[in-house]
């Protein structure tokens, strides 16, 4: 049976996001991969999820009444598995070894890492997954809810519109959805490959609930998944307005930095704003 933990107080959320930012660049510089500007846009977000609203042990990861989390954004795994170490999932030092041959910690993350529910890569699959299981766990009246982190640019699958109908047309008020929206995807920014705007009312006309807040505020996204369901009978969605590149003030806002990696000079500057000596 999992217990519920004591809530962090905000400043060591925050000591948490720091260690985390550097963690991402570390394992980006090691592995010489790309992605990292995607890793520090989802960091608050995932933090609040293990910090406060999951239930989930990381001494039994595979309890049968946690909660589950499906990271579609599965190329953010710099930042998720950074999260899962520095709530205990697995030892720290296994992000040394990150993007390496042999190593457990692939690019895109794998179920086979204590807290990863599924291999997640191939954009516009993770919402499907999540859907599934939601609907699987309302049709064992189980109490267990499901969570998803998509991002702003995979929602051009039409994928996730299928599932979104799908959770609507079932009422899966035990589904929550976040958003890292950034608005920049692989190749620019989101509204000019492909507009998603109005994107709260097309969640809503699907017939989820939507919410917008600053997915880089702590008090915001805890008051906020606080209250899940949104409402009853409709699954939730919750729009997360974030910066590409979060935390490193060259790489904030900054294309290059979907597929970059930080080498170098740059990497000690983003070593040294994070806090560390170099």
Request: charged fraction near 25%; proline fraction near 5%.
């Amino acid at each position: 049976m999992i217990i519920s933990r004591p809530k962090p107080d905000l400043r060591e959320l925050e000591n948490i996001a720091r260690r985390t930012r550097l963690h991402c660049v570390e394992m980006a510089n090691i592995g010489r991969c790309s992605h990292i500007g995607s890793s520090l846009s989802v960091i608050e977000i995932l933090i609040s999820l293990y910090a406060s609203i999951l239930k989930v042990d990381p001494k039994i990861p595979e309890d049968p009444t946690r909660d589950r989390l499906i990271i579609s954004k599965g190329h953010a795994s710099a930042a998720v598995y950074a999260v899962l170490a520095e709530f205990g999932f697995f030892p720290v030092d296994w992000l040394k070894t990150y993007y390496q041959n042999g190593s457990q910690l692939s690019g895109h993350v794998s179920h086979k890492i204590p807290g990863v529910e599924a291999s997640t890569g191939s954009l516009g699959h993770g919402l499907p997954i999540a859907a599934g299981m939601a609907y699987s766990c309302k049709l064992d009246n189980s109490k267990v809810r499901v969570f998803g982190i998509l991002s702003d640019g995979e929602c051009d699958e039409g994928s996730n519109w299928e599932a979104a109908l799908f959770a609507g047309h079932h009422r899966l008020d035990n589904l929550t959805v976040i958003i890292d929206y950034n608005k920049i995807q692989a190749l620019g920014r989101t509204d000019e490959v492909l507009s998603l705007e109005p994107f709260k009312s097309k969640w809503e006309d699907f017939g989820w609930n939507v919410k917008e807040i600053d997915g880089h505020s702590f008090p915001a996204i805890l008051k906020t998944l606080e209250e899940l369901p949104f409402e009853i009978g409709k699954p939730s969605c919750l729009i997360a307005h974030t910066i590409k590149g979060k935390g490193v003030s060259f790489m904030e806002n900054d294309l290059l930095w979907h597929y970059r990696t930080p080498q170098g000079k740059e990497f000690e500057d983003a070593c040294l704003e994070l806090g560390k000596k170099i």
